[in-house]
Each structure stands twice: as C-alpha cells, then as structure tokens.
C-alpha cells in the first residue's frame, strides 16, 4: 500500500491534455506539404512514392499529395532534388465524408453519441501497425475514457466500427457481418493507410483498395500508422466533440 502511495506521490498525473491543448509534435514525423514556388513538376517524388499518394494536377501543373494514401514515408522529401517537400508534424487529418454536417444531422449524433461512445475495433487485414496504435489509446497517457469512450468485445454493443486493415479477400465476409451486427444508427471510422485507400497494396488481388469499396465510411484517418492523438482527433471529429 505505501509503495502505491509512493509511487502516485512520484509520478503525478501522466495523461496528456491534448486536444484541449496543443500537442508536441516537434521530434515526429507527419503530413509531407509541397512548397509550390520550389517545385519544378519533375516528377521525381511522382515516379518513387510507394502508395502512389502524390499525383500531378493537369489543370494547375502542380503536385498534390493525397492524405488518405500517404504512409508518412518521408522518400518524397529525401528524393525531391530542389528541397521542395517540407516534412511537417500536421497529424490532425481526420476527414468527414461530407464538407458539413447538416444542422438535423449534427443534432442527432450529439443526441445519439454526445455523451458516451461504444467502439469495435476491427482488423480487416492489417499489419497490427494502426491496431498497436488503437491499443495506446487505452494507457494512462493517452486515457481514451475520459471521454466516455469505451472498446467493447461484441459488435451488437457498438456504436462505432474502427476499421484498419485493407479489407483483404478472406476478411471482406466478416467485415460485413460485423457491420450488420452492429445496431443502427452507427459509425464507421476507416483508420490507416491502407484502410482508407489500400496504401502500398492498392490494386492487389487479394485486397481491396480501402474499405469504402465494401462498407460506407463517415471518417478517415489517414496515416501510416496514424499516431494516438490522430485516431482521437478522428473519433472526436467524428462525434462533434472537438
């Protein structure tokens, strides 16, 4: 008991205030930004990216990098011959499917989820990278349930599915099950890479190219793996609670 109290007495409170407060990011790695006064359009970032995540604009002739297939490699920045991609600590990608949420259907999620959320995490084919991510969420410095935010082990108890993976061939049927299982109304969170567009496996033959092309998603989280605080950012976003 005294070695309990010693311990509380030497390590005060550990969980972060983020989002209420900003988060460090200075020593990460996060979104790659294109400085367009630098860059030539010679392709070279093009030709070398790996998930095919930077894609050439014909109407502007500029590059843009597409989030949701970007897995923070940081090639393009090594690659780019004339220093034009700035590797910055931006983690707060979440993407609604829709610009705005229509006044009506703000009021029901912050009456349905405003309060409390229930989610199942699901691994549709992942590498366990996103879901060793997801796990984090539940330690003493990231403390998910501050929020009222819990993970449950069925999917009938769920109000949201958090999905990574790519949906691979021999997952796809149990993705499905478990959406259906899960009552309405509900959420649908696309967390990583490779779940929100296929990342480096786009067009295999045994994945799909994210799991939009299976289920419908309200939330994507980009990244490779997305940091802890990106997921939160998302799932909050996802809820109106920021």
Same mark, same amino acid.
């Given at each position: 008991?005294?070695?309990?109290?010693?311990?509380?007495?030497?390590?005060?409170? *550990?969980?972060?205030?983020? #989002?209420?407060? +900003?988060?460090?990011?200075?020593?990460?790695?996060?979104?790659?930004? /294109?400085?367009?006064?630098?860059?030539?359009?010679?392709?070279?970032?093009?030709?070398?990216? +790996?998930?095919?995540? /930077?894609?050439?604009?014909?109407?502007?002739?500029?590059?843009?990098?597409?989030?949701? &297939?970007?897995? =923070?490699?940081?090639?393009?920045?090594?690659?780019?011959?004339?220093?034009?991609? !700035?590797?910055?600590?931006? @983690?707060?990608?979440?993407?609604?499917?829709?610009? !705005?949420?229509?006044?009506?259907?703000?009021?029901?999620?912050?009456?349905? =989820?405003?309060?409390?959320?229930?989610?199942?995490?699901?691994?549709?084919?992942?590498?366990?990278?996103?879901?060793? !991510?997801? %796990?984090?969420?539940? %330690? $003493? @410095?990231?403390?998910?349930?501050?929020?009222?935010?819990? @993970?449950?082990?069925? +999917?009938?108890?769920?109000?949201?599915?958090?999905?990574?993976?790519?949906?691979?061939?021999?997952?796809?049927?149990?993705?499905?099950?478990?959406?259906?299982?899960? $009552? %309405?109304?509900?959420?649908?969170?696309?967390?990583?890479?490779? &779940?929100?567009?296929?990342?480096? =496996?786009?067009?295999?033959?045994? &994945?799909? %190219?994210? /799991?939009?092309?299976?289920? +419908? *998603?309200?939330?994507?989280?980009?990244?490779?793996?997305?940091? #802890?605080?990106?997921?939160?950012?998302? /799932?909050?976003?996802?809820?109106?609670?920021?």
């Amino acid at each position: 008991m005294f070695q309990v109290i010693k311990k509380i007495i030497q390590y005060p409170r *550990v969980t972060q205030d983020y #989002p209420a407060k +900003p988060f460090d990011t200075s020593l990460t790695s996060g979104k790659p930004v /294109i400085h367009s006064e630098k860059c030539t359009a010679c392709g070279e970032c093009v030709t070398r990216c +790996p998930s095919g995540a /930077i894609v050439e604009n014909v109407d502007t002739n500029t590059l843009e990098i597409n989030d949701n &297939a970007c897995i =923070f490699c940081v090639l393009c920045s090594e690659v780019c011959p004339h220093g034009a991609i !700035e590797i910055t600590g931006e @983690f707060e990608l979440a993407q609604m499917t829709y610009e !705005e949420l229509g006044t009506q259907l703000k009021k029901k999620i912050e009456k349905r =989820f405003g309060r409390s959320l229930q989610i199942r995490e699901v691994d549709s084919g992942s590498c366990n990278g996103c879901d060793y !991510e997801i %796990n984090a969420l539940n %330690n $003493p @410095f990231n403390d998910i349930e501050r929020f009222g935010i819990h @993970f449950v082990a069925s +999917p009938r108890h769920a109000d949201m599915l958090l999905v990574t993976g790519t949906a691979t061939r021999n997952m796809e049927l149990a993705l499905l099950k478990t959406y259906e299982a899960a $009552p %309405n109304p509900k959420l649908v969170a696309a967390v990583g890479a490779c &779940a929100c567009s296929g990342g480096i =496996f786009q067009d295999s033959y045994a &994945a799909k %190219n994210g /799991i939009d092309t299976v289920l +419908p *998603v309200d939330v994507y989280i980009p990244g490779c793996p997305p940091r #802890p605080q990106a997921i939160l950012y998302g /799932i909050l976003k996802a809820i109106d609670r920021l």
